[in-house]
């Protein structure tokens, strides 16, 4: 192949990953978080920004598991000048304690608004706000129409959306760039010491547009992630349990 070609050929790709939403560049300010083995599911190698992701949690366990891995992704994300919008009907989130995550309080905007109507017009308005580089929202009833819309917004600001969707509505289809299903794990304690250990999560990437889904167990340690184990097996397994 010549180098011609090639070069043809990574433009092509290029070109389709940018149709699918995938942005190769980011405005000033924003990096891409860096999420070691997870990397190897998305096109490129590379976390999706400027684009909407949803997290499908289950239960309330699984809310808070959510709440906290975005909590440890969120700050690679907006990088040193960026601002977080998160919505949400009422707050449950501590925001002293995003602090250990390396996410100060104070680059939070949180919008506590009790109708669903009133969360939807919020979310939209802040993915098309060039200043905020990531918005949060717990969502309810979402038409793949509105969707659309956000997808449309976050191309045009560079901002990176985190949906966080009801059980009742998940079954929705949404234009989303990917679907995240985190699940809370048993904390791992250094050197068998007793107490409370590092944070961990099963993360489940179920859907990711031109990728590769996967499973993988990670912890917070030390502002940073820990693999424990990768497989796909999981997310198999809750494909085959989901359709039966």
């Given at each position: 192949m010549s180098v011609l070609t090639a070069e043809i050929r990574k433009k092509l790709e290029q070109?389709?990953?940018?149709?699918?939403?995938?942005?190769h560049t980011v405005k000033e300010g924003v990096r891409r978080p860096d999420l070691g083995l997870i990397n190897q599911a998305f096109p490129g190698g590379a976390f999706p920004v400027g684009a909407v992701h949803e997290l499908l949690p289950e239960s309330p366990e699984q809310v808070a598991a959510s709440q906290g891995f975005l909590a440890a992704l969120l700050p690679e994300l907006v990088g040193t000048e960026?601002?977080?919008c998160w919505i949400c009907a009422q707050r449950q989130v501590y925001p002293?304690?995003?602090?250990?995550?390396?996410l100060p309080a104070d680059r939070v905007i949180f919008l506590e608004l009790t109708r669903p109507v009133d969360r939807l017009w919020a979310l939209e308005e802040m993915l098309r706000c060039a200043s905020v580089a990531a918005v949060v929202a717990d969502v309810e009833a979402v038409s793949f129409v509105?969707?659309?819309?956000?997808?449309?917004?976050?191309?045009?600001?560079?901002?990176?959306g985190f949906l966080l969707r009801s059980p009742a509505t998940r079954h929705t289809p949404l234009s989303t760039i990917a679907s995240w299903r985190i699940l809370p794990v048993k904390s791992r304690l250094p050197g068998g010491l007793p107490g409370v250990g590092f944070p961990g999560w099963r993360v489940e990437l179920t859907r990711i547009r031109n990728g590769r889904p996967g499973a993988w167990n990670l912890f917070w340690e030390s502002r940073r992630f820990v693999f424990e184990q990768v497989t796909g097996e999981a997310v198999r397994s809750y494909r085959l349990k989901k359709a039966v």
């Open positions: 070109d389709i990953l940018a149709l699918g939403g995938f942005r960026g601002l977080v002293p304690a995003l602090a250990q995550f390396g509105q969707s659309r819309r956000f997808q449309l917004a976050v191309e045009a600001s560079g901002a990176t």
